[in-house]
């Protein structure tokens, strides 16, 4: 959690190798790198660069704490940009937080979830939250899924420019 820069990912990184060394029978773990803060986002083209020396590795867009760090009127942006740098790098992404969360726990999905799952193809997984519906919810959506997928492919090439990732990794660079 709160994987704030490539630092965090080398530390991470340092710890995995030393456990996996003690145990040999562990084998080495795939890691997942939640992405839930404003310096995770800002920091994110070093932080994939860091992470992508060691295999296997995803990114989960945690999209509730990210929203309340990068702002409601952002995070539609911000998800786009992080789904799009994973795909450009080969790195799995993760859709997470509250995906048709009232399905699975009320048994009823609310209009925006049902958006909301559909915009969730455009990710490589999609994390659902336990409840008591929740094979409902995932019964959903694959279907919602496979709905949309001949919409996949069809609007890949017409992604956005990733200028804000840019533009703060250049700044950053040049106060160095």
Not at 83 to 99: K, R
Not at 137 to 152: N, V
């Amino acid at each position: 959690s709160f994987v704030n820069t490539a630092q965090d990912v080398r530390d991470l990184i340092s710890e995995v190798r030393m456990l996996v060394s003690k145990d040999k029978k562990l084998g080495y773990p795939g890691i997942i790198l939640k992405i839930e803060t404003q310096s995770g986002y800002n920091n994110l083209i070093d932080i994939l660069l860091e992470a992508m020396k060691v295999y296997p590795i995803g990114v989960m867009i945690a999209r509730g704490d990210l929203a309340v760090e990068v702002g409601w009127e952002n995070i539609g942006r911000v998800q786009e940009e992080i789904l799009s740098l994973c795909q450009a790098s080969h790195i799995t992404d993760i859709w997470a937080t509250q995906v048709l969360e009232n399905l699975a726990k009320k048994g009823i999905p609310s209009r925006s979830e049902i958006t909301d799952a559909a915009m969730a193809q455009r990710a490589d997984c999609v994390m659902l939250n336990k409840g008591p519906y929740i094979n409902k919810a995932i019964q959903l959506l694959d279907a919602i899924l496979k709905d949309m997928d001949p919409y996949r492919d069809k609007n890949a090439p017409l992604h956005p420019s990733l200028t804000k990732a840019v533009k703060s990794r250049k700044a950053k660079k040049s106060k160095k």
